[in-house]
């Protein structure tokens, strides 16, 4: 089944304790990215990964870095969060043609996490 | 600046009617434009494409309108039922002439068909 997945789903911590987000994806795509959704402000781009070992800023990259070593899995990782890193993250892949995001994104599950 | 705005951010129907879902962007030439649904809690799914050639596209009960001159997509859900209740989202390509691209999701729309 194609799928993108993330772990935790849930993740309850405090602040200044680095965590990371895992997020793979089975479906041989180029393109992967990180979201963040907070009540009325929707969906907002974190960082995202046009192939293996690119990587670039969204919307919001502040407090954030990932890495893209293989091309299955684009980790989320927060050295030292805050709590107005509260929030629910997104992982999406998608096919990439001609240097650009092509058709549909495939998201994961979410996870919601808390930073104390 | 560049804006992406969806109609009101709730929006309730009576089942069997027309629910039509309005997103406006300004500043922006896509090449494309997308809907999604979300349901709470959960990642959204994609549900239709549109490219800036085309005016219409239909999939089943979905009908998805283009318009560049006025800058907008309409979304319509015709025979609407209670299992349609979700939050829709609008996302576009900014069509951006570098070589990375971001896709800029609206705030979405929440949708409840009432029995």
């Known amino acids: 089944e194609a799928q993108v997945t993330q772990n935790p789903r849930y993740l309850i911590t405090v602040t200044g304790k680095k965590l990371t987000v895992t997020c793979s994806q089975n479906?041989?795509?180029?393109?992967m990215s990180w979201y963040r959704q907070d009540p009325g402000l929707g969906l907002r781009q974190i960082y995202y990964s046009m192939n293996v070992e690119v990587t670039d800023k969204g919307d919001v990259p502040e407090g954030y870095k990932v890495s893209r070593k293989e091309k299955r899995n684009f980790p989320l990782i927060l050295e030292s969060p805050s709590p107005n890193q509260t929030s629910l993250y997104f992982c999406?892949?998608?096919?990439?043609?001609?240097?650009?995001?092509?058709?549909?994104?495939?998201f994961g599950p979410g996870t919601r996490l808390t930073v104390l | 600046s560049q804006k992406i705005e969806q109609n009101s951010e709730a929006l309730n129907i009576q089942e069997g009617k027309t629910a039509t879902l309005t997103c406006n962007y300004t500043n922006y030439s896509p090449a494309y434009l997308q809907w999604y649904r979300q349901d709470p809690g959960r990642g959204p799914v994609f549900l239709l494409l549109?490219?800036?050639?085309?005016k219409e596209k239909r999939k089943e009960r979905l009908k998805v309108t283009f318009d560049t001159t006025l800058k907008q997509s309409l979304f319509h859900i015709t025979a609407s039922q209670p299992a349609d209740s979700a939050t829709y989202l609008c996302a576009l390509d900014p069509f951006s002439s570098g070589s990375a691209r971001q896709l800029t999701f609206g705030s979405g729309t929440q949708l409840t068909v009432l029995p």
């Open positions: 479906m041989n795509h180029e393109y």
């Open positions: 999406a892949s998608s096919r990439q043609h001609r240097g650009r995001t092509t058709d549909t994104q495939y």
């Open positions: 549109i490219r800036e050639n085309e």
